[in-house]
């Protein structure tokens, strides 16, 4: 058995965990090459397994790997360091670089894979490296695909300045928040959560799902939806994400969404260099162009953001 199997050391595992190694075991040997410069390396429980993955391809690759790994937070960067991998930051990157790949998960996918991220509080720094990726993979268990967001994650993560709390709060409830609230850190910590950038978050629930942009055209307008922009509780996902990062006092929110780094680049490679202004800038990439989703029966469904699946077995065949 290869030393990259994801069957191996995961008897251990609850059912869920081994169906997350698996995608993340299927998401690696896809789509990480031992010979990239930069990988993104993100936030959660299937995050550790992603490392795990890493770790066993470069070893068998047998050869020197050169590849630095940039964290989303401090829980990523102690993987990096405890694997043995080479460290690094995305502040100390040139304005040129991309990463040529970043692994994260998600608390919630669509169809058209737009993501809720921000349950552990790391979303602004996963997002840095989410836009600054020329690809980023998601990976996760099945339950995490809903066909709209905030079918079962019920929230939207913000994070906020803190002297801007309050008036935050007060701005998602003019928007249709009905219960805003600053996340706390329960009994592990007194007071609110403070993320790794010194911010608070706010976690905002809405009247009803989200709606993608397949919703533009199936009707929805006859529940009052009027255009997505609020009326009657209904939003746009892309709507929705504008309207609250213009908010004053909010640093980032947790919906990540608008095109994946592979359309980027198709959009740049159409745009004349010599008009940089008219190029769409890299924070609009902010969707993966793939999620790589553990299924209970052990096989590993892949999404890609046109709607495409594949289903592969614990082996990585598909089928």
């Known amino acids: 058995m290869s030393s990259s199997s994801p069957s191996s050391h995961s008897s251990e595992l609850s059912p869920t965990d081994q169906v ?22 993100g936030s959660g429980t299937t995050v550790i397994f992603v490392v795990e993955a890493i770790g066993a391809r470069i070893r068998e690759a047998a050869g020197p790997c050169n590849t630095t790994f940039i964290p989303t937070g401090y829980q990523s960067r102690d993987l990096i360091v405890q694997a043995g991998l080479r460290l690094g930051t995305i502040d100390s990157l040139s304005a040129d670089v991309m990463l040529d790949v970043s692994f994260d998960g998600a608390d919630e996918l669509d169809h058209e894979l737009n993501c809720i991220k921000g349950g552990g509080a790391c979303l602004l720094q996963e997002k840095l490296v989410a836009v600054n990726s020329r690809k980023f993979i998601c990976v996760a268990d099945h339950r995490k695909l809903q066909p709209r967001l905030l079918t079962q994650w019920r929230t939207v993560p913000i994070e906020v300045v803190p002297l801007a709390a309050s008036t935050v709060l007060r701005s998602l409830h003019e928007l249709g928040s009905p219960n805003p609230t600053v996340r706390s850190g329960g009994s592990a910590k007194a007071g609110p959560v403070v993320t790794d950038n010194g911010n ?8 009803h799902p989200l709606m993608t942009s397949k919703n533009r055209y199936d009707g929805l307008e006859l529940y009052g939806a009027g255009d997505g922009d609020g009326v009657g509780g209904w939003w746009f996902v892309d709507k929705l994400a504008q309207r609250l990062k213009d908010l004053v006092g909010v640093v980032e929110t947790g919906l990540f969404w608008g095109i994946n780094g592979y359309q980027l680049q198709s959009l740049w490679h159409q745009q004349p260099s010599a008009d940089p202004g008219a190029r769409p800038v890299r924070a609009r990439a902010q969707k993966p162009v793939a999620a790589y989703l553990g299924m209970e029966n052990g096989r590993v469904l892949v999404r890609d953001a046109e709607g495409g699946e594949k289903i592969f077995d614990g082996g990585g065949k598909e089928g």
């Open 20 to 41: 997350k190694r698996r995608a993340a075991f299927k998401a690696v040997e896809d789509h990480f090459d031992p010979s990239a410069r930069y990988v993104g390396i």
């Open 200 to 207: 608070f978050i706010i976690d905002a629930p809405f009247p």
